[in-house]
């Protein structure tokens, strides 16, 4: 099963991810975010020069910590006219994220993601002992 | 909840409202710290984040509270009219070439950049300036100004308020429309409702108009983005823990919720800059097209409806000041009302109500009902009822666009998927929401207007 999908949303988007790390878990974020830039831009074969950024987070708890990282994303995201794809984590506590994250150029978006909201998100370990929450993406 | 909410709608239209969390939604509203006299939903509403669409909020000025998530993270999302000296008649050999024209002038589409690159002073001054500054460039009319609400300018905005990565988000993006359900259309005034009001307003049935429907772009998301960020982690500090994380917010005066206010009001001129370039940017299409002055296209009103504002109303028979948070709700100042420019205080202002493509557009007229009842506000367009997935699954793209111009509408999008994903079947019907608010009075019918021309991203 991929590990993000999406799900009906009236006005905006809605995927659900589940992971069964917490690791696992922000890297299929970030990937589901970058598909909705982009459907399919990750699984390319691209040789353009791979884009390198270094991202720290601070939040009050994991799924703060969640939207706060895929919001700095999607910034840079914008500015920079960048997909990201990777993350490589120096740390990941329950409110602190250091990572180096990777993409590639992209000369346009798919979708104009203008926010990533904490509505319905709530990052917690299912029945399953996976880490779920639902992401909504305001477009 | 420490005051009523209310809900205006019509019994046909309660059942999509009843369908998602907008009324659990203006409950926790109803228990924001400081909200005075009620909590309001229009009949356009649906489920937002924090707030529900189409919601009004006053809360106590000074210490009340300041939420970005009642104002929304496209700040000063608005809609402009422009009027034309011509007559369907006269343009109707030509709407295909004019849309084509317009689509080829004015940049839009996701993340689309325009032709105007800002250099880091410019950026301030546009955000000091609103829609000044398109004026002093050479990019507006100087008449333009005072038919915007807060002539196109909010004074306490602050460019040291909003962020370097809102601004760099900015640089390019001034007269581009963007994506989703934001548009220029060009329609025909179809039906008179109100005679007196219209010819206030200057307009008479088959007189060709244009709506501009856009907002701040990229930089408004950011300054929401970065504040909510903010006020979440400071809002314990002042002993306020929401129900809805969304709800985030700060006593209005404290440095927190001052910076967010200055940082508001900047990117709410950065979005009335946009929409006078994007209208520099018509006259000229106009001109090519039409071989006339595009000078002679005058604009009406232009109006916001996702903004906060210090406005003074009458709670429990006396004046008082308060914070008004609109999100998805259009002002709707009734006669007599100083804010208004002259032409307009016999009137009341124009309130300007977009519908869907294929369907139809509204010009109105603001009221003192509203300004006793809901804050001078009202609604702001149709409302969403069907998913981007639902629709897209009933409609393509390519259909859509012969469907409509077989009713006489050009189309011109970015993409088939954004322009299936904008079909009239997703949203609400728009004569319902209008007929609700003519029905209460806090708002009231002046025209019609029917769709020619519509671009989009």
Not at chain 1, 74 to 84: E, F, G, N, P, S
Not at chain 2, 156 to 182: C, F, M, W
Request: a negative charge.
């Amino acid at each position: 099963m991929p590990p993000y999908k999406q799900l009906p949303h009236t006005s905006d988007i809605r995927l659900s991810i589940r992971a069964q790390t917490r690791e696992a878990l922000f890297l299929a974020a970030l990937q589901g975010m970058s598909a909705l830039l982009q459907k399919g831009f990750c699984d390319q074969q691209n040789d353009s020069q791979p884009e390198v950024d270094r991202i720290e987070i601070t939040a009050a708890d994991t799924t703060g910590l969640l939207v706060d990282f895929l919001s700095e994303v999607l910034t840079r995201c914008h500015i920079r006219k960048v997909i990201y794809c990777g993350i490589v984590f120096s740390e990941l506590s329950d409110t602190n994220l250091k990572a180096t994250i990777s993409g590639k150029k992209s000369d346009h978006f798919e979708e104009d993601i203008k926010a990533v909201t904490y509505h319905e998100a709530d990052v917690r370990i299912n029945e399953n002992n996976q880490y779920e929450t639902i992401i909504i993406f305001d477009i | 909840m420490l005051v009523p909410a209310y809900v205006y709608c019509k019994e046909e239209m309660l059942e999509h409202i009843l369908s998602d969390r907008s009324l659990e939604q203006l409950i926790n509203v109803a228990s924001l710290p400081g909200i005075e006299k009620a909590a309001i939903v229009m009949p356009d509403a649906h489920e937002g984040y924090g707030f529900p669409i189409g919601g009004v909020a006053a809360t106590r000025w000074p210490e009340g509270l300041i939420s970005p998530g009642g104002i929304g993270y496209d700040i000063n999302c608005g809609v402009r009219l422009l009027l034309t000296p011509l007559n369907y008649e006269d343009v109707a050999g030509k709407l295909e070439l004019f849309s084509q024209e317009l689509a080829a002038t004015i940049p839009s589409g996701t993340g689309k950049g325009g032709e105007i690159k800002l250099a880091p002073e410019e950026m301030d001054e546009v955000l000091r300036m609103g829609a000044g500054w398109a004026v002093r460039n050479g990019m507006g009319n100087e008449a333009d100004l005072a038919m915007i609400e807060s002539n196109g300018c909010l004074i306490n905005a602050d460019p040291a308020a909003v962020s370097e990565q809102a601004k760099q988000r900015g640089y390019d993006q001034l007269g581009t429309i963007g994506a989703g359900n934001h548009f220029v259309e060009v329609d025909k005034v179809s039906e008179i409702f109100d005679e007196s009001a219209a010819r206030s307003f200057g307009i008479r049935k088959e007189q060709v108009v244009i709506l501009i429907h856009t907002g701040s772009r990229g930089l408004g998301h950011q300054v929401a983005t970065d504040y909510l960020r903010l006020m979440m982690n400071v809002m314990s500090e002042y002993h306020y823990k929401p129900r809805d994380r969304e709800l985030a917010g700060v006593p209005f005066n404290s440095k927190e919720g001052q910076d967010y206010f200055n940082a508001m009001a900047a990117a709410a001129n950065f979005a009335w800059c946009n929409r006078e370039i994007i209208t520099y940017e018509i006259r000229q299409a106009w001109q090519a097209v039409f071989n006339r002055s595009g000078d002679e296209i005058q604009l009406l009103y232009d109006v916001a409806h996702n903004i906060a504002k210090i406005e003074e109303h009458i709670v429990d028979g006396k004046p008082k000041k308060l914070i008004v948070h609109r999100k998805g709700a259009t002002r709707a100042f009734g006669p007599g009302n100083e804010e208004l420019p002259e032409k307009f205080r016999t009137t009341g202002q124009p309130v300007l109500i977009p519908g869907s493509m294929g369907t139809a557009s509204y010009v109105l007229v603001g009221t003192n009902k509203s300004m006793e009842t809901t804050f001078g506000s009202t609604c702001h367009g149709a409302g969403r009822t069907l998913s981007r997935t639902a629709v897209k699954k009933l409609v393509g793209g390519p259909q859509l666009k012969q469907a409509l111009r077989d009713q006489g509408i050009f189309v011109e999008a970015g993409s088939w998927r954004g322009l299936a994903e904008e079909a009239p079947i997703a949203y609400k019907d728009i004569d319902l929401v209008v007929d609700t608010v003519h029905e209460s009075g806090i708002a009231l019918k002046v025209a019609k207007l029917k769709p020619l021309v519509v671009v989009k991203g």
